[in-house]
């Protein structure tokens, strides 16, 4: 295990707190050579920390993307199987379309190369199955639905509503109508 200098510490958290920053005014096309000037480092630095912009983004939205993780855990044993998974695809359809970038962190990349894992879609894929597994148990889902083809719908939602001008209210309007699709109310 590798221990990380003092000054490399300071120089990650300072480059993290402006990319969030950057990214939440830009989207997921921030300038990387603005986020190293603003953190008063060089552009060096920034991709030794961040080796590229997939990286960046899994770092400005991980801590996020662990907090509707932990929110599925919790809603696993939900006494309405249903109303639990569209629950938490509510959670991460309003964080999707209030944070700017977030879609395009979700989505995979062609650049990214075959056999690239996206580690915030199967962040949480991973998170969802277990939902879904007990909402298709119930008979609330229809066959052959997956946790990631959900997290592909709200990406889809997220990226498509981002420049609408109320794009929660449309992405939720959206997640509804693909609810309907997937989940219909008996």
């Known amino acids: 295990m590798t221990v990380q200098r003092a000054d ?6 300072r480059i993290l707190a402006v990319a969030e920053e950057e990214v939440a005014a830009h989207g997921a096309d ?3 050579e603005q986020i190293a000037r603003v953190a008063g480092v060089g552009s060096a ?3 030794r920390h961040f080796p590229g912009r997939r990286a960046l983004l899994e770092a400005v939205f991980g801590e996020r993307i662990e907090a509707l993780c932990a929110r599925a855990a919790e809603l696993a044993t939900a006494a309405d199987a249903r109303a639990a998974l569209v629950e938490w695809l509510g959670a991460l359809t309003a964080y999707a379309a209030s944070a700017r ?20 879609s199967a962040k949480l894929t991973w998170a969802a199955d277990p939902l879904l597994h007990r909402a298709a148990q119930a008979g609330a889902v229809a066959p052959g639905v997956t946790a ?10 997220a990226l498509a509503t ?7 209210a449309e992405a939720h ?6 609810m309907e699709g997937v989940s219909p109310r008996r």
């Open 8 to 13: 490399a510490r300071r120089n990650y958290a």
């Open 148 to 157: 990631a083809d959900l997290v592909t719908l709200v990406t889809g939602i």
């Open 45 to 47: 630095t920034v991709r």
């Open 173 to 178: 309007r959206l997640l509804a109508l693909t």
């Open 30 to 32: 921030a300038s990387l």
């Open 101 to 120: 970038g977030m879609g395009d962190a979700l989505a995979l990349d062609e650049t990214d190369g075959p056999g690239h894992v996206n580690a915030c």
């Open 162 to 168: 981002e420049h609408h001008p109320d794009p929660a």
